[in-house]
């Protein structure tokens, strides 16, 4: 990018600029950093092309770059940061499971209704009978939604396939969603995300060994991410265990979701093999996420889904705040998917967070944007307003960080910036 290139965009006047910096470079934030990053009064976000150019307030900007083609965005009164990182979706599936949610109204719980054949098993029936064209077409209405929330990357995890073509089926979608419109879509392999009815009676391990003979081998290049659900009626820990294993020497990153309802130490497991993060963390000790931030140097997120015990009526959250100060860094998502979390909201998430997880409003905001890069391995090149990372930016409707988690349940985005276009 050349020092003096004439901005093709320029955001000016903006009451705050969030940008995220602080700390070790493209590491996530954890401790006091998840806090310390900087916030700009009155200043300036430049583009040129899709990356970013140049940020800080608007007493240095270099007005000698602003040229006859410079598109110029008043952002005065308003807060200017990140676009949304969404770290663990489930974007692809069929149908949906209105008719469970008087199920959970009544008392049944979350297992309780995967022990009846319903549940995660209920999707994949519906998934396995729909067309490709179907799930696209569905994808490409849910990513719309996404974006109307300001998420400008998005993780889209299969596993309502359970059987070979399916589930490659599903990633196929993923990216082509991605490729169909500007929200970058990050694929994941969730094949193991419980033992599908074919394999009931030969069990967790045969299943897993399916997976590794004879599906694996196909997603080299498509899905840069496995992950496995360990859990009470899903899969056992030593079984996640050598799956994780060996996905890894296949070259695949790794995922778990792990104490979600129990804690089965899941998360210190796939921590210990190098895990990108460990989602869920309900069930996660104070203790346990010290040890995974001591051993992985911080390297390891907690991806953390508040609004999925809210919607599954659960009273025990995760404990962020105790997270935080153990130096474990956080994120944050929905967890969107048609069972536990039929919902895009991130912004509710956030709040949700705050409310119930004991999040700052800063701590939050790192949550969705920069840890959440790190979640994906994209820090690099998102979740922060730094020149040479992509261009993706939002403008709120709000003044100030404080404002984002108050407005409960809320949509502040005015502007969504992708890859330095504004839609």
């Known amino acids: 990018m050349a020092d003096s290139a004439p901005y093709s965009l320029l955001i000016i006047d903006a009451a705050q600029v969030l940008t995220l910096t602080g700390g070790a470079p493209d590491q996530p934030l954890a401790g006091p950093d998840a806090s310390g990053w900087t916030i700009i009064e009155h200043g300036y976000v430049a583009c040129v092309a899709d990356k970013i150019a140049a940020v800080g307030p ?23 940061m ?31 209704i995967l022990a009846s054949g319903g549940g995660i098993l209920s999707t994949v029936r519906a998934t396995r009978a729909a067309s490709e064209a179907e799930l696209l077409a569905s994808a490409l209405q849910h990513l719309a939604g996404f974006r109307h929330y300001g998420i400008t990357t998005l993780e ?39 033992v599908p009815p074919e394999f009931k009676a030969a069990g967790p391990q045969a299943y897993v060994d399916f997976l590794l003979r004879e599906v694996l081998s196909d997603l080299k290049g498509e ?6 659900f360990c859990e009470e009626g899903a899969f056992p820990l030593d079984v996640a265990r050598y799956y994780l294993e060996q996905a890894h020497k296949m070259g695949f990153g790794l995922k778990i ?12 497991m796939a921590a210990a093999l190098g895990a990108t993060s460990v989602d869920h963390c309900d069930y996660l000790t104070p203790a346990a996420a010290a040890r995974i931030a001591r051993q992985t140097q911080g390297r390891t997120v907690a991806v953390l889904l508040p609004l999925v015990p809210l919607f599954l009526r659960q009273q025990q959250f995760a404990a962020g705040r105790e997270f935080i100060d153990g130096g474990l860094p956080v994120a944050l998502s929905t967890d969107f998917n048609p069972g536990s979390c039929p919902s895009k909201n991130l912004w509710l998430a956030v709040s949700v967070a705050c409310l119930k997880m004991g999040l ?20 690099a090149d998102c979740g922060s307003l730094e020149p ?3 261009a993706d930016i939002l403008v709120l409707n709000v003044g100030s960080v404080a404002e984002i988690p108050y407005w409960l349940g809320e949509n502040p985005v005015r502007e969504v910036i992708i890859g330095g276009e504004l839609g």
């Open 156 to 194: 889209a995890k299969s596993g309502y396939g359970l059987d070979r073509d399916t589930e490659l089926r599903l990633v196929r979608v993923a990216r082509a969603a991605g490729q169909q419109q500007a929200v970058r879509v990050v694929p994941t392999f969730l094949g193991a995300h419980v």
């Open 360 to 379: 700052s409003p800063k701590e939050a905001v790192a949550a969705v944007t920069r840890n959440a890069a790190s979640a994906l391995g994209l820090a």
């Open 58 to 80: 608007m007493s240095e900007l270099n007005r000698a770059r602003i040229g006859p083609e410079t598109r110029l965005l008043d952002a005065t009164g308003r807060v200017v």
């Open 82 to 112: 990140p676009g949304l990182v969404e770290c663990h979706t489930h974007l692809v599936f069929g149908g949906n499971r209105a008719h469970e949610f008087e199920r959970k109204l009544r008392g049944e719980t979350y297992l309780d």
């Open 223 to 228: 899905a840069a991410f496995v992950d496995i």
């Open 257 to 268: 979701h792990a104490e979600q309802l129990h804690d089965l130490g899941g998360c210190e």
């Open 388 to 390: 040479g990372k992509r």
